[in-house]
């Protein structure tokens, strides 16, 4: 949803019900993480899990106190605008480059917390080698890599994490694997190098999920503080629009097809290394 | 004072840190100094080179094809540069390698057996510094004495014990020179 | 003056990177200019705790130099042409975010995988943009050993003082030949930040983000102006030149960098057999010295334009001279450098034999 939908809303009922009025404490059921999650209506679209992934970090990040330690990069995608929505200092990266980007950052500054955010055509195309060698060169940086097997901003183009037989704008029918490859696991690929601390797969697709996403976040910012290595939190995620379905359908996609391709769980920890 | 010279010879035999040693000592002089190694076509056909110019006044162009001064260690550098250099110009050359001598009557020749003299010395690898010796006697492009402080410069310090030997050599290189 | 130290031109932009406070150096190794960083590995860290660092490729190098740039560190790269090539992505994203920091580029022919032999065919690049945009490198031409250390100064100081990238463009030759050079004394490195640095949001103040992407066509624009609006400064204020013999002149040679020093030798030929010739050499390719080609352009009889190219200065020299006088080129291509002889030669052909007719 764009913001401008939502002002749109907002003129329609004005005069009757305001934000204000509405926004009382005996009417809370929901509050964003206070302060690090900026009080701004998100434009991804409704269902996605973006917001469920930005949110549950900038919980972590808010409840082990490093809204001033640490620094973001942001990459392109639909994610392009996490700066918009998470209240701490950040970058905005070339498509691919986050990793490069955050491999700077945390070498000119040791001692900050440096993270990553990236969806599958940033980080498992463009920005392959670029992920691979920070995670070879074990920078100590965490990767939150954002897998709804599909190319979002761009409007559903297939990603090298898309599902054989998947239909995308540029396999329309169905992802030919023997002419278009197959579906890439970059957590697997990259779990073997020895720079490499933690990697695992979570979800958001369910409030059970989110808790263990959330967890494995808090966990892996324990490890940079630790100075364990490189680690990443892939999430698989769903992408609604762009998979022509409602949210729930979405997310019952990801139960069924995405998860029993990318299995949820650790896949390596620094107890592994 | 301008002095643009070149030192030609296979790779190995010590033609750049040759033109090095003289720039170091043109430096330590207070004199203007650019070395500039072999480039483009020039590295072809078997040679390696250094351009060295030691000049009072301030250095235009690096890039010369017209020299001063040739000291040619090869044959290769005889056929190569002979015909450059300027009119009054020397080449000095190694004439224990050199079978078949410069020609020309408009420059100075000075046939130098370095090789042989080397041998003599024990150590193949002071050839340099016997031709090197020559050159400087021929041009004056530095004075001697700077010669050893320059060595200081570009030998590493395990080789300063060999500074010595090799301003033997230099001396040695000299006396061919008139 | 100072110590004199004999030192090669890449390994004297490596000192002069460490003697200017430089915090981290990002790079990957390319002939002609892999002494850089290994110049740094050697010395660097040891001495000032500079960072230099080995990237995977020029396009990581590039980003890195965003990220660390990003953070209001003194950052710097090198390479060259087909690396640099790789780096121009990440140079337009550098110059919309208004990240100050220092590329030096140590041209060798191309197109394509070319040769290792030194070459000006990136001029076009480095001063017309390069990648994709309206933007603008503040470019710098040094002629000697001795400007490739005195411009990494003075490359950080114009990048810091605009915030835009710099770029020292240079050549195989200038890279590998050494010349007496006067070091600067060693600089601190910094301990302050510049405020739009993101080194994590402090209490009480709004988060920092360094981004490029503006995607309201208007808010895009605006930042266009404010960047053209830069450039015209740099235009009026940083201009920098040689001039050499032009009082009298009849006819003028010019090129930049070691293309101007070939030109000096074949002035003092011209000279000497009574020809009436100046020089000009450009020391800023952007802002370039338009008014000083005007003003010789209104009084000369011909000016002969030097590069190691096919013709890409003199593009700017002929705008510059706006028709006024007669603009010949003389240059060689893909690692070949025009001897004083040839220069002079044309000169004769082009200016005196060709003019009598």
């Known amino acids: ?273 | 004072m301008l002095q643009e010279a070149i030192f030609a010879g296979f790779g190995g035999q010590g033609v750049l840190s040759m033109g090095m040693i003289l720039a170091y000592a043109g430096m330590i002089e207070k004199k203007q100094v650019c070395w500039m190694p072999s480039y483009g076509p020039e590295m072809r056909g078997g040679t390696a080179n250094a351009v060295t110019i030691v000049s009072d006044n301030m250095i235009s162009s690096p890039i010369i094809s017209r020299y001063d001064t040739v000291v040619a260690l090869n044959q290769p550098s005889v056929e190569k540069f002979e015909s450059r250099v300027k009119p009054g110009g020397n080449i000095i050359y190694d004439s224990t390698n050199i079978l078949i001598p410069p020609t020309r009557t408009d420059i100075n020749i000075y046939a130098v057996p370095g090789s042989e003299e080397a041998v003599k010395l024990k150590n193949i690898k002071v050839l340099n510094l016997i031709m090197l010796g020559a050159m400087i006697k021929a041009t004056n492009a530095v004075n001697t004495e700077t010669v050893p402080k320059a060595l200081e410069q570009v030998l590493p310090e395990r080789y300063h014990k060999l500074i010595p030997l090799n301003m033997e050599a230099f001396k040695v290189g000299m006396s061919y020179v008139k | ?357």
Not at chain 1, 101 to 119: C, N
Not at chain 3, 180 to 194: A, C, G, H, I, K
């Open chain 1, 1 to 273: 949803m764009s913001e401008k939908t939502f002002v749109d809303l907002e003129s329609e009922i004005e005069g009757t019900v305001t934000r204000e009025s509405i926004c009382l404490e005996e009417n809370l059921i929901y509050q964003k993480p206070i302060d690090t999650l900026i009080d701004t209506p998100m434009h991804y679209c409704p269902g996605c899990g973006h917001s469920t992934a930005h949110k549950i970090f900038m919980e972590v990040v808010a409840e082990m106190g490093l809204q001033e330690e640490i620094i973001g990069v942001a990459p392109v995608g639909c994610s392009v605008f996490a700066y918009h929505y998470m209240n701490v200092d950040m970058q905005e990266a070339a498509h691919g480059r986050a990793c490069a980007v955050g491999t700077a950052i945390k070498r000119v500054m040791p001692e900050k917390y440096v993270f990553t955010y990236q969806g599958d055509g940033d980080l498992a195309a463009i920005g392959t080698a670029e992920t691979v060698h920070a995670a070879n060169r074990g920078e100590n940086i965490l990767v939150i890599f954002i897998n709804n097997g599909i190319y979002g901003m761009t409007s559903g183009q297939m990603a090298p994490t898309s599902l054989a037989g998947m239909v995308t704008t540029t396999s329309p029918y169905g992802r030919d694997t023997s002419r278009q490859g197959y579906p890439l696991k970059i957590s697997e690929m990259l779990a073997p190098l020895p720079g490499v601390a933690y990697v695992t797969r979570q979800s958001v697709h369910k409030p059970n999920n989110v808790k263990r996403a959330k967890k494995a976040l808090q966990k892996a910012l324990q490890y940079q503080k630790e100075k364990r290595g490189f680690c990443m939190v892939e999430i698989v995620s769903n992408c609604p629009s762009n998979m022509k379905m409602t949210p729930l359908q979405s997310n019952q996609f990801v139960e069924e097809k995405m998860i029993p391709f990318y299995p949820l769980g650790d896949i390596k920890t620094p107890e592994d290394k």
């Open chain 3, 1 to 357: 003056m100072g110590d004199l130290k004999l030192m090669k031109g890449n390994e004297a932009l490596a000192e002069a990177m460490i003697r200017a406070g430089c915090d981290a150096y990002f790079g990957y190794p390319i002939t002609p200019q892999s002494e850089v960083l290994e110049y740094l590995a050697r010395e660097s860290e040891q001495r000032t705790g500079m960072l230099a660092f080995q990237a995977e490729s020029e396009v990581a190098a590039i980003n890195m130099i965003y990220g660390a740039a990003g953070c209001g560190r003194r950052v710097m790269t090198t390479s060259s042409s087909p690396g640099m090539s790789l780096m121009q992505e990440g140079l337009s994203y550098i110059a919309s975010a208004e990240l100050p920091c220092l590329l030096a580029n140590v041209v060798r022919g191309g197109p394509g995988l070319g040769t290792i032999q030194p070459s000006q065919a990136d001029y076009f690049q480095s001063v017309k943009g390069g990648g994709h945009g309206d933007y603008k490198l503040i470019v710098l031409a040094p002629s000697t050993v001795q400007e490739m250390v005195d411009f990494v100064k003075l490359g950080f100081e114009l990048a810091e003082k605009y915030r835009n990238p710099a770029m020292i463009l240079t050549d195989g030759a200038v890279g590998q030949m050494m010349e007496p050079v006067e070091l600067f004394d060693q600089m601190p490195r910094r301990t302050v930040f510049p405020e739009w640095a993101t080194t994590g949001k402090k209490p009480g103040q709004e988060r920092r983000y360094i981004t490029s992407l503006h995607i309201q066509s208007e808010k895009m624009e605006e930042i266009n102006h404010r960047l053209q609006a830069k450039y015209k400064k740099m235009e009026e204020n940083e201009v920098r030149y040689v001039e050499m013999n032009t009082e009298d002149a009849d006819y003028i040679f010019t090129g930049f960098g070691l293309g101007a020093r070939i030109c000096m030798k074949a002035m003092q030929m011209a000279r000497e057999n009574g020809f009436k010739v100046g020089l000009v050499r450009p020391i800023t390719l952007f802002p370039f010295p338009t008014k000083v080609y005007n003003d010789l352009g209104a009084r000369v009889k011909g000016i002969l334009d030097v590069e190691m190219n096919a013709g890409q200065m003199v593009e700017d020299v002929r705008l510059s001279v706006n028709g006024q006088t007669k603009v010949e080129f003389y240059g060689r291509m893909g690692g070949v450098i025009p001897s004083p002889e040839e220069i002079y030669e044309h000169f004769i052909k082009t200016f005196i034999e060709g003019g009598k007719k």
